[in-house]
């Protein structure tokens, strides 16, 4: 008789406990802009080992690129883009929460290179045989870069002298400057934590390109995804601000929208 007691109060217990005790499983699908991969991957394992049964399942690129595969019908319940100008592009499409978007984090744009002097400005680029950055068309911290040369009048004379080197995103222009293939490359000051040779050359003043900052938003599918939400939602908290800026992250207050 006492062995079915303790065999009907196990069933009580285990019955209480998964009443108390929250359920995940499922998919996450993240469309996120290259720059962030790092702080990405440990956002998910933070959030992956608080939430049992989640897979997330990262897709890193320029923004431009990933934006159009998104727009074709690509898997993604959460886009990240290094700038507005995607976001958009993806609300005009249809295809994201206009409710959900709001800025995820900031950052900088700097100049690395080879050991050498410092530049004093934009103007000693004209002095480097090869400057790489992302294409501008299609990645944000290249459109950043080519607003920051537009404005200092440099850039035209480097494109005429054939000086600038295209990148598919702003991690391929780090690797170019990193492994000495390149006088220069334009990528952001997170970025620049990362190389192993290579140094900051130069801080790009804010003033001469337009803010950097990193607008996240739920897809119309995502926000149907539990999981996601609650990936969403975990992004604003204090533990993943941590996160953001021990990788360099600038971060908005918590929950500031873009609109």
Not at 76 to 93: G, H, I, Q, R
Not at 188 to 204: E, M, N, S
Request: aromatic share 8%; charged share 20%.
């Amino acid at each position: 008789m006492m062995k079915k007691e303790i065999v009907l109060l196990l069933s009580v217990l285990q019955m209480f406990l998964v009443a108390i005790v929250p359920v995940w499983a499922g998919e996450v699908h993240l469309s996120v802009a290259a720059s962030m991969t790092d702080a990405i991957k440990e956002l998910d394992a933070v959030f992956m080992a608080d939430h049992p049964g989640v897979t997330m399942l990262p897709n890193f690129g320029s923004s431009g690129s990933l934006a159009k595969q998104v727009a074709q019908g690509a898997a993604a319940d959460l886009f990240v883009s290094a700038n507005p100008k995607w976001m958009s592009y993806l609300e005009t499409e249809g295809k994201i929460a206009r409710q959900t978007v709001r800025d995820l984090a900031k950052n900088t744009l700097v100049v690395i290179g080879p050991q050498r002097a410092p530049l004093k400005s934009l103007n000693d680029l004209q002095a480097m045989e090869r400057i790489a950055l992302g294409s501008p068309g299609s990645v944000p911290a290249g459109q950043y870069a080519a607003q920051a040369m537009r404005a200092a009048g440099v850039y035209d004379r480097l494109v005429e002298s054939k000086k600038l080197v295209m990148a598919k995103d702003v991690r391929q222009a780090l690797l170019y400057a990193d492994r000495g293939e390149v006088d220069g490359a334009f990528v952001y000051g997170t970025d620049a934590l990362l190389v192993q040779k290579a140094v900051i050359l130069y801080t790009v003043p804010a003033n001469l390109h337009d803010p950097i900052s990193y607008p996240m938003g739920l897809t119309v599918e995502g926000e149907k995804n539990s999981a996601a939400r609650a990936f969403y939602d975990f992004l604003a908290s204090p533990a993943a601000i941590g996160i953001l800026e021990k990788y360099g992250f600038g971060t908005p207050a918590a929950g500031t929208a873009v609109k």
